[in-house]
C-alpha cells in the first residue's frame, strides 16, 4: 500500500457518521450560507484561537486578499513576506495591485527572517505578512516590536499553523488580522475551499464584514467595493466538527514528528528544528538532504510518497515578477528549494506507516544509493 504525503480521506472516514450528521443538518435546512452553521463556526474558532472575531470565507487566499484591503493596502504600497511560502500569499498582495517585497527565511524555522525584514523596510512599506511556514510560528515578538515601531500593519498568514503557539499565544492573535485556510488537507480542513480572518479587536470587522460580501453596508446598498467571498454553510458544518479533536490531531502530528526525529537521528539529513518557546503544529515534517532527489525517487519506489513544499520560490514565479521586489540575499530560500522534501505528515497516519518510511530512509542511507 502505498503512503501518501497527505490523506484528507482518511480524516473523512475517522468521523464519517458525523460528518454526514452535519451536512444533513445543513441540506435539510434550506440555508447555504451565512447561516446558523457560519456563525457557530465563527464563534467557535474566535474562541479557540483567543480572537475576539472570526469571519468565515471562502479560502486562505481570500482572508488573505481582504485583510490587505482592510488596512486599504493598493498600488504603490509594499507588503514585506517571506520569498519561500504558498503562491496563494503572494497571490493576495498581487490582488491589492500592491508590491510583495520578498526577504529571506531563517534556516531553524523557515519562517521569516526579522533582520531581512528590517533592512526591506521603506517608507511605502505599508504592512507585513509573516507567515507560519510548517506549523513553526514565526517570531511574533520581535516582529510585532518593529512593526509598531514603523506603524505597520501586520497579517499573519496561519494558512498552515492552526493551533500553534508563540510563547503561550496562538497564532493569529497577536497581528491585526490573522488568515487561516481550511484547504482539505490544513490541520484544521474542510472537504472544499473555505478560509476565515480572525481580529484581535473590533478595529477592522465591520469593514472585512462588508468586504467580504460586495461592499455591503446592509443588504443591496454598497457603500465600499466588495468581493463575493463568503464561506458555505455545509464547509462551516463540517469545520465544527472536526474542529473538536483538532488539539488532539496536533498532539498526534507531533508524536509522529518526534518518531520520525528520533528514527532518523544520525543520518546525513538535516530533520526540523522547533524553537524553545514556541508549540510546532507539523502541517508539514521537513527534512533537508543535498540527494533529495534521489531519496524522493527511492521514498517512491519503496511506495512512500514524500512532496516539495515549495518546489520554487515567489521570486521565481513568472506570473508575478511585475509584483515583486527582492531587496537582499535569497540565500537560505535558495538552498532549501533544492533540499527540502516533506515526508507523510497526517493525524491518521498508522505507527506502522511512520516506521517503514523511517526503515526505507536508513536503508537509502546504508545501501549507498
Ligand atoms: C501558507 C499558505 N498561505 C495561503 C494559502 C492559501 O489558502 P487557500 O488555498 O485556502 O486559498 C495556503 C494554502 O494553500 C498556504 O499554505
Known amino acids: 500500500m502505498m503512503i501518501s504525503p497527505a490523506n484528507p480521506k482518511a480524516s473523512y472516514d475517522k468521523r464519517a457518521a458525523l460528518i454526514k450528521e452535519a451536512l444533513s ?35 486562505g487566499t481570500q482572508a488573505l486578499y481582504l485583510a490587505l ?11 514585506i513576506m517571506p520569498a519561500h511560502t504558498a503562491t ?56 510585532m516590536d518593529f512593526a509598531q515601531e514603523k506603524h505597520l500593519r501586520v497579517v499573519e498568514d496561519c494558512a498552515q499553523a492552526h493551533g500553534a503557539e508563540f510563547s ?9 488580522i490573522g488568515c487561516f485556510s481550511f484547504y482539505p488537507t490544513k490541520n484544521l480542513g474542510a472537504f472544499g475551499d473555505a478560509g476565515a480572518l480572525v481580529f484581535r479587536d473590533d478595529a477592522f470587522v465591520e469593514k472585512a464584514k ?32 472536526k474542529l473538536e479533536s483538532l488539539n488532539e490531531d496536533n498532539a498526534r502530528r507531533r508524536q509522529i514528528a518526534k518518531t520520525y526525529s528520533e528514527g532518523l537521528e544520525g543520518l546525513d539529513l538535516m530533520i526540523p528544528q522547533t524553537a524553545a518557546n514556541v508549540t510546532h503544529v507539523f502541517h508539514q515534517y521537513v527534512v533537508r538532504s543535498v540527494r533529495r532527489d534521489a531519496l524522493r525517487s527511492f521514498l517512491h519506489e519503496k511506495g512512500i510518497g514524500t512532496g516539495i ?41 498508522a505507527e506502522e506507516d511512520v516506521r517503514r518510511v523511517i526503515d526505507a530512509i536508513h536503508a537509502f542511507y546504508h545501501e549507498g544509493i
Request: hydrophobic content about 40%.
Open 25 to 59: 443538518r445543513v441540506l435539510e435546512s434550506g440555508i447555504y450560507l451565512h447561516g446558523n452553521e457560519t456563525k457557530g463556526f465563527e464563534s467557535e474558532f474566535a474562541h479557540y484561537v483567543g480572537a475576539r472575531v472570526c469571519l468565515g470565507v471562502g479560502s
Open 69 to 79: 484591503k482592510c488596512f486599504d493596502v493598493g498600488s504603490g504600497d509594499e507588503v
Open 88 to 143: 496563494a500569499s503572494l497571490a493576495a498582495v498581487a490582488l491589492t495591485g500592491a508590491r510583495a517585497v520578498l526577504v529571506d527565511v531563517e534556516a531553524d524555522s523557515f519562517t521569516l527572517d526579522i533582520e531581512a525584514v528590517k533592512k526591506a523596510w521603506t517608507p511605502q512599506t505599508k504592512a507585513i505578512m509573516p507567515v507560519h511556514l510548517y506549523g513553526h510560528p514565526a517570531r511574533m515578538d520581535e516582529l
Open 168 to 176: 503561550g499565544q496562538q497564532v493569529g492573535s497577536f497581528g491585526d
Open 210 to 241: 462588508a468586504l467580504r460580501e460586495y461592499g455591503w453596508k446592509e443588504k443591496f446598498y454598497s457603500e465600499v467595493q466588495g468581493v463575493n467571498a463568503r464561506m458555505d454553510e455545509l464547509h462551516a458544518a463540517v469545520l465544527r466538527v
Open 309 to 349: 513544499h515549495y518546489p520554487h520560490g515567489l521570486h521565481q514565479q513568472p506570473g508575478f515578477q511585475d509584483a515583486i521586489r527582492v531587496p537582499g540575499s535569497l540565500a537560505c530560500t535558495e538552498r532549501m528549494l533544492s533540499d527540502i522534501a516533506s515526508l507523510p505528515m497526517y493525524p491518521e497516519l
